[in-house]
């Protein structure tokens, strides 16, 4: 099983340096979080191209991670979607130039205003993602969303994921096991994972690996989570951690297993 | 003492109302201001044409309504890393400025910035930027004379702790710049008396609501755990007289805690 990185492991360092480090200690890929000043979206095309003749040279594969903090699909906003659309549409580009296989997006929020307005709410975050995927699918990019556990999430389970798919048919996953972990579901039926297109796992410490400060304590449980998971599917391991040492932790936590 | 206590539109939960008639609504039930939530789908500052402001603005001065504006906070970050994101942030609160210059509104609330995971493992250049992006704001409001009030935030993912909020206001250094003292903020900071100690000096704006301990709920006050008569006697040794905003998630509410913020005050 493949196992890769998220570049977030070095926020304050360079891509390149994640590289090095991804190679040396026997990972097959860098999963680039795109977040300013870590990874800059406005860089011109010789930066990324660089970027991809190390990553090939290093025997690495590369796929970007759009954290969206701010950015909304799901916003009756038409000014604050049109941003988060042209957001991935640049990331697309990006990952096009970078030969990258994957984009993982978050698909949207839900704050007070679309919670009063949920058709129009679903129905732009639809039309939203089926021209997203479309950009993606031009381009040869698998488009992934990605599970949050916050209330205000439009994805934050399986269930969600299921609905989705009614709607978008050939939508994948990126399943973070720590924010299902997060949701603390009681009597959740993990078998579901059977019936959606995950593409691959994201692991790293509770409640979120993209947030600080986390919670160690809660790290075993969330590895025997995943474990339970892969009992039912095994795809490719994304560890995401702002910590070089948890990363390699989690990492040999897992071999151990 | 004359003391200045309105309701924000929050008490509409809708938000699907009409502002004249939301003026005109609150004037009859005995409140001297209001403050309007900025936030779409009705409320788009830069959506609001010419007419109504101006049909706003004569209301408001007819019926002797003071008005106060709170910019939009959903998906605004104008302490962003992201360009794009930042740049829209700041417009839309300029937008609010220009807004509150047209309708005659004398403060606008807005919310200093958002804290994620790239603010946390870079705060102070965080920081830089969010400067970066107030000034731009702060000079529209000392150009239209208008008052910004940053509010009191509690949430780990908000930048608006009252030590956070004063270092702004000692590094920005304008007469424009106030805070917005919000009570259920304050409780979840933990003790409103002593946070409201902290940044009375430069209250502007006070958001009054109840909720119980630990929540952030818009009750009406007695109906959660604030301690509302020693909280307002400070307010009132302190000179401040309003605006005392009623954020609610009623209408009833708001009017219940009018009279029992009069009877306080007292």
């Known amino acids: 099983m493949r196992v890769g990185i998220s570049s977030l492991v070095a926020f304050k360092e360079d891509i390149e340096n994640v590289m090095f480090f991804a190679q040396n200690n026997g990972f097959s890929h860098v999963n680039i979080f795109v977040s300013e000043p870590h990874f800059s979206l406005f860089k011109d095309r010789t930066y990324f191209k660089q970027l991809r003749r190390l990553a090939q040279n290093l025997g690495l594969l590369i796929s970007l991670k759009a954290p969206a903090f701010t950015q909304n699909l799901s916003s009756i906003d038409n000014d604050i979607g049109r941003i988060a659309v042209k957001y991935y549409e640049r990331i697309i580009n990006i990952a096009s130039i970078l030969d990258s296989d994957k984009v993982i997006i978050r698909a949207g929020m839900v704050f007070y205003p679309e919670k009063l307005h949920p058709k129009e709410t679903f129905q732009v975050t639809i039309s939203r993602l089926i021209h997203i995927l479309e950009k993606a699918k031009d381009n040869g990019i698998k488009l992934l969303i990605e599970n949050y556990p916050y209330?205000?999430?439009?994805?934050?389970?399986?269930?969600?994921?299921?609905?989705?798919?009614?709607?978008?048919?050939?939508?994948?996953?990126?399943?973070?096991?720590?924010?299902?972990?997060?949701?603390?579901?009681?009597?959740?039926?993990?078998?579901?994972?059977?019936?959606v297109d995950v593409d691959c796992f994201i692991m790293g410490p509770p409640p979120s690996p993209y947030h600080v400060p986390y919670n160690i304590r809660e790290l075993e449980n969330v590895i025997a989570l995943y474990y339970d998971v892969v009992k039912i599917r095994r795809k490719e391991l994304i560890l995401a951690s702002v910590r070089k040492d948890l990363i390699l932790r989690i990492k040999s936590l897992i071999s151990e297993k | 003492?004359?003391?200045?206590?309105?309701?924000?539109?929050?008490?509409?939960?809708?938000?699907?109302?009409?502002?004249?008639?939301?003026?005109?609504?609150i004037f009859m039930h005995g409140f001297n201001s209001v403050e309007i939530i900025c936030s779409y789908p009705k409320f788009k500052p830069s959506q609001i044409d010419k007419n109504l402001r101006e049909r706003i603005r004569k209301l408001a001065a007819q019926l002797n309504i003071k008005l106060l504006l709170h910019a939009p906070f959903y998906s605004i970050n104008i302490a962003d890393h992201n360009r794009e994101i930042r740049e829209f942030s700041v417009r839309e609160i300029i937008d609010t400025i220009i807004l509150g210059h047209d309708i005659e509104a004398s403060i606008v609330t807005v919310h200093a910035g958002l804290c994620f995971l790239p603010c946390k493992l870079m705060y102070r250049e965080t920081m830089r930027i969010l400067m970066d992006s107030l000034s731009l704001i702060v000079e529209t409001a000392e150009n239209v004379d208008i008052k910004l009030a940053l509010e009191i935030r509690a949430s780990e993912f908000d930048i608006g702790k009252p030590l956070e909020l004063l270092y702004i206001i000692s590094e920005i250094n304008s007469k424009h710049l106030?805070?917005?003292?919000?009570?259920?903020?304050?409780?979840?900071?933990?003790?409103?008396?002593k946070v409201y100690s902290l940044v009375k000096k430069y209250c502007l704006n006070i958001h009054v609501r109840d909720s119980r301990k630990g929540m952030e709920e818009m009750l009406a006050i007695g109906e959660g755990d604030i301690g509302f008569s020693s909280l307002l006697t400070e307010m009132k040794n302190n000179g401040f007289n309003g605006p005392f905003i009623l954020e609610m998630n009623n209408l009833e509410r708001a009017i219940k805690s009018k009279k029992e913020i009069l009877k306080l005050l007292s």
Do not use: C, W
């Open chain 1, 151 to 195: 209330d205000f999430d439009m994805i934050r389970d399986i269930d969600d994921m299921l609905l989705i798919k009614k709607y978008l048919r050939k939508i994948a996953f990126a399943f973070n096991i720590p924010h299902l972990f997060a949701l603390k579901r009681k009597n959740f039926d993990i078998n579901k994972i059977n019936y």
């Open chain 2, 1 to 25: 003492m004359n003391y200045i206590i309105g309701v924000s539109t929050s008490v509409f939960p809708s938000l699907d109302i009409d502002l004249l008639e939301v003026i005109e609504k």
């Open chain 2, 178 to 193: 106030g805070i917005t003292f919000d009570t259920v903020q304050a409780q979840l900071l933990g003790d409103p008396i």
